[in-house]
Nanobody
Framework: QVQLVESGGGSVQAGDSLRLACAVS????????VGWFRQAPGKEREFVAS????????YYADSVLGRFVISRDSAENTVYLQMNSLKPVDTAVYYC?????????????????WGQGTQVTVSS
């Protein structure tokens, strides 16, 4: 089990950028797949991006491909989500989540540990 703490959310204009950070506790960081999810009001939580711990593979939702980049700083036990060209439809609470093992995990149900979430609001 790991603990996750998100930071970096805020209110921006359409076209702006934000970088979210997910600090992960524990000494076995590289053994975990870390994913970013988001949940807008009245909608289900949806997959945004994930990053495998043991190699550089990353997966993205079609809606963010080409705009968002997930990266990992193993020295800092932190996973980042760089969000560029933000749109109002990106407005949501963003969560990071972790699961043991390096797998292509796109469903929230596959993740055991979650952060508390950080709000991202994009206005037009």
């Amino acid at each position: 089990q790991v603990q996750l703490v998100e930071s970096g959310g805020g209110s921006v204009q359409a076209g702006d950028s934000l970088r979210l950070a997910c600090a992960v506790s524990g000494r076995t960081f590289r053994r975990y797949t870390v994913g970013w999810f988001r949940q807008a009001p009245g909608k289900e939580r949806e997959f945004v991006a994930s990053n495998l711990g043991t190699d550089t593979r990353a997966y993205y939702a079609d809606s963010v491909l080409g705009r968002f980049v997930i990266s990992r700083d193993s020295a800092e036990n932190t996973v980042y989500l760089q969000m560029n060209s933000l749109k109002p439809v990106d407005t949501a609470v963003y969560y990071c989540a972790a699961r043991l093992g390096s797998i292509r995990a796109l469903s929230p149900s596959l993740y055991a540990d979650w952060g508390q979430g950080t709000q991202v609001t994009v206005s037009s």
